[in-house]
Nanobody
């Protein structure tokens, strides 16, 4: 079994920054693609960003492009999300996700494309 553990959430004022981290443990799996989603009460979980195993392919939601940066430790099942210029609308529970294998670009933004999920970490941005 694979566990994903997120950390780094918290509260910040608009314009501030936070960095989320996620590490996988348990059964090892090869070359996972990893990503971040977020969810607010009453809405579906939405795609934020994703990164390929090599780190060479990055994907972002339009709403965070230019403000958030996804990265990973090469060769390790870890992923980070640097969030700058945060806005109140970024307030959500952020979830780390991992997929066992290479992920086609056509489905990288789809929630059901991922095999494992973390427990979520709250990010609150006040105005």
């Amino acid at each position: 079994q694979v566990q994903l553990v997120e950390s780094g959430g918290g509260s910040v004022q608009a314009g501030g920054s936070l960095r989320l981290s996620c590490a996988a443990s348990g059964r090892t799996f090869s070359k996972p693609a990893m990503g971040w989603f977020r969810q607010v009460p009453g809405k579906e979980r939405e795609f934020v960003a994703a990164i390929s195993w090599s780190g060479g392919s990055l994907y972002y939601a339009d709403s965070v492009m230019g403000r958030f940066t996804i990265s990973r430790d090469i060769g390790k099942p870890t992923v980070y999300l640097q969030m700058n210029s945060l806005k109140p609308e970024d307030t959500a529970v952020y979830y780390c996700a991992a997929r066992e294998t290479w992920i086609p670009t056509s489905i990288v933004r789809t929630r059901t494309s991922y095999d494992y999920w973390g427990q979520g970490t709250q990010v609150t941005v006040s105005s």
